[in-house]
């Protein structure tokens, strides 16, 4: 199971989320606009060897740099299920909204539903 990192972003960041989760942010600005973000919840499976799994992950792309790439000026925010390495379903969760105001969104669902997000990661992988 593969990490995907934050690809280059301005502005990276990670934090331990729990025993052996983290958060990882990245984002880029311009003008005092938020134009490119990630906000990812990952699980380490081998946090020796520093391998980490995505758990959920939201997204912001103004360029459409990538092929996944989602704006949430014009799609909304979304948030991304991982499951065995792989993104297995991607939900909705605000109409169209500026770009900062998506990136705070997307840290409040994060802290708001973190130990669920675990826990279900848990037991789908029979993590003790």
Do not use: C
Not at 49 to 76: F, K, P, Q
Not at 94 to 121: D, K, M
Not at 122 to 128: A, G
């Amino acid at each position: 199971m593969g990490e995907k990192k934050p690809r280059d972003y301005d502005r990276e960041f990670t934090e331990r989320a729990g025993r052996r989760s983290r958060r990882r942010l990245g984002l880029d600005i311009e003008r005092g606009v938020v134009t490119r973000f990630v906000v990812q919840l990952e699980y380490g499976r081998n946090i020796v060897e520093d391998e980490w799994d995505e758990v959920v992950r939201y997204d912001h792309d103004s360029e459409g740099s990538s092929e996944a790439a989602h704006d949430v000026t014009e799609e909304g925010l979304h948030i991304d299920i991982y499951r065995d390495g792989e993104k297995i379903e991607s939900h909705e969760l605000t109409p169209p909204l500026p770009s900062n105001v998506a990136l705070n969104r997307a840290e409040e669902h994060l802290r708001e539903h973190l130990e669920g997000y675990i826990r279900r990661f848990e037991e789908w992988h029979q993590i003790d």
